[in-house]
């Protein structure tokens, strides 16, 4: 089994930073892909960035691409998104996930490791 745990949220005013980590422990070895996913209320789950763990191959949606960055420390088995020039638009549950899938763009039944979810409020 994989436990994911992420920490970082919070609430930012427009144009802001904020860290997501997201901490795995567990069979870790069998995840090829980590991701990072958000969910507004009242909107279906969306896919924010990947990264493969070995290569650190990364993707992103394209609304993140540029503000957003992934990233993985392999040492503390620990995925990083780093959220910058935030919007009132990203607002949203951030959920850490992981995949044996190798495709970055695997949607998200693909992902059989999920996170509780951080919560992420940006003010206008």
């Known amino acids: 089994q994989v436990q994911l745990v992420e920490s970082g949220g919070g609430l930012v005013q427009a144009g802001g930073s904020l860290r997501l980590s997201c901490a795995a422990s567990?069979?870790?070895?069998?995840?090829?892909?980590m991701g990072w996913f958000r969910q507004a209320p009242g909107k279906e789950r969306e896919f924010v960035a990947a990264i493969r763990w070995g290569s650190a191959t990364t993707y992103y949606e394209d609304s993140v691409k540029g503000r957003f960055t992934i990233s993985r420390d392999i040492a503390k088995n620990t995925v990083y998104l780093q959220m910058n020039s935030l919007k009132p638009e990203d607002t949203a549950i951030y959920y850490c996930a992981g995949t044996t899938s190798n495709w970055l763009r695997a949607p998200p039944d693909e992902y059989g490791y999920w996170g509780q979810g951080t919560q992420v409020t940006v003010s206008s």
């Open positions: 567990g069979r870790t070895f069998s995840m090829y892909v």
